[in-house]
């Protein structure tokens, strides 16, 4: 496949090793200061583009190659309030857009055990649900896209719950999961779901120990939407 990395910063460059090292070819590895290259690119050979940029480049990079009809495979967090518009013009330019909060196998096996352990604990009214992310300081949102995916996650399972907040932004009595975002280098990303009560406490936790898994998943998923159309997400790439 030719790739287009839109967004050539941390993960970008680890989705570009990966990708070559499967036999791919990178079209055009675009950053800030070169985005004029995109004024010259072939676009009818490249086959996918990958983007991890920043929040406030992401819908511009996103527009811009589905636009050209040119599948997108999406990681960058933080602009997701502009999603329908993506997913609508996705439609109407009869071409595919993939989404993830998070690529890596062992977060979406983490999903699924969130998802699992909320539907256990939505009955029990002794326990408080709570939720800590630790992310390197170059990070730009709070909380973590991961984050907010792993809060709906429990807000599908537990009624009584009506939101998530970041911890010092609540309110005593207020029914939402306080979610406390840390900051401290080299962290790739820590996630931890508390459940809390005056008896005991449930914890789980997944620990990235580097990059890789996201940057992995991103091309095995770039792969797998080469022939696709329509907005897609992990739930039709995994099968569990
Ligand atoms: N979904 C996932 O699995 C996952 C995993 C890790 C990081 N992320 C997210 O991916 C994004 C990128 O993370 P990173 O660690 O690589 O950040 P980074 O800051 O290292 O890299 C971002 C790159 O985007 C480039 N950029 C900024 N504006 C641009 C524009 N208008 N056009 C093209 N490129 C532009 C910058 O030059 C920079 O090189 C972040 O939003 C992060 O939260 C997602």
């Known amino acids: 496949m030719n790739i287009l990395i839109l967004g050539y910063g941390k993960m970008g460059k680890i989705i570009g090793e990966i990708a070559e090292s499967r036999g791919h070819s990178i079209a055009a590895k675009i950053n800030i200061d070169n985005r004029s290259a995109l004024d010259t690119v072939d676009t009818d050979s490249i086959d996918v ?3 991890f ?16 009809g040119i599948p997108v495979v999406s990681g960058t967090t933080g602009w997701l309030d502009q999603k329908p518009s993506i997913d609508q013009l996705t439609v109407d330019k009869n071409t ?18 969130n998802q ?16 800590e992310e630790v992310h390197h300081t170059e990070k730009k949102d709070a909380p973590s896209g991961t984050a907010i995916t792993l809060a709906e996650g429990i807000l599908q399972n537990i009624s009584s719950l009506k939101g998530w907040k ?32 005056p008896i005991d406490d449930i914890e789980i936790t997944h620990t990235a120990h580097s990059r890789q898994g996201f940057a992995l998943g991103a091309v095995l998923v770039a792969e797998w939407i080469k022939d696709k159309k329509g907005v897609l997400s992990m739930d039709d790439f995994l099968s569990f």
């Not at 940029?53 to 050209?68: C, G, L, M």
């Not at 005593?172 to 790739?188: F, H, L, M, S």
């Open 49 to 51: 583009a990958i983007e």
């Open 53 to 68: 940029s920043q929040p406030e480049a992401a819908v511009e990079n996103i527009k811009w190659a589905i636009n050209k």
């Open 96 to 113: 595919a857009f993939f989404y993830a909060s998070n690529y890596s196998i062992g977060v979406n096996i983490f999903f699924k055990v």
């Open 116 to 131: 699992y352990l909320a539907k256990l604990m939505g009955d029990q009214q002794d326990y408080q649900v709570s939720m």
């Open 166 to 197: 970041l911890s010092e932004e609540m309110t005593e009595g207020e029914q939402v999961i306080p979610i406390t975002a840390k900051r401290i280098d080299p962290a790739p990303g820590t996630h931890i779901i508390r459940y809390q009560s």
